[in-house]
């Protein structure tokens, strides 16, 4: 099976920096798309960025000039960059990996983490 899990967030105040790291592990054959969406409390769940296996890059408006999405194919890992943050940007984010296993080569699943909360405040 697989496994997703993120790490990194935490409090910090405007203005400030931090970058998440979301790692996928076990019997992976291969990964297409990964990316980063975020849920805030009594909002729906977005789309922040997302990364094609080629290193293609796509942002939300809200975020384009302040995030940056990278990953290291080697290591089936996927970060997220976040510069300038506001207190609008504190939310639970959340890791996808659209996932082929060595079981069920063909076919593609979409794997998600566990959260890691982002605080934003002073």
């Known amino acids: 099976q697989v496994q997703v899990v993120e790490s990194g967030g935490g409090l910090v105040q405007p203005g400030g920096s931090l970058r998440l790291s979301c790692a996928a592990s076990?019997?992976?054959?291969?990964?297409?798309?990964m990316g980063w969406y975020r849920q805030a409390p009594g909002k729906q769940r977005e789309l922040v960025a997302s990364?094609?296996?080629?290193?293609?890059?796509n942002y939300a408006d809200f975020v384009k000039g302040r995030f940056v999405i990278s990953r290291d194919n080697a290591k089936n890992t996927v970060y997220l960059k976040m510069n300038s943050l506001k207190p609008e940007d504190t939310a639970v984010y959340y890791c996808n990996a659209e996932v082929t296993t060595m079981q069920r080569r063909g076919y593609i699943c979409n794997y998600w983490g566990q959260g890691t909360q982002v605080i934003v405040s002073s």
């Open positions: 076990g019997s992976i054959f291969s990964i297409r798309d």
């Open positions: 990364i094609t296996s080629d290193g293609g890059t």
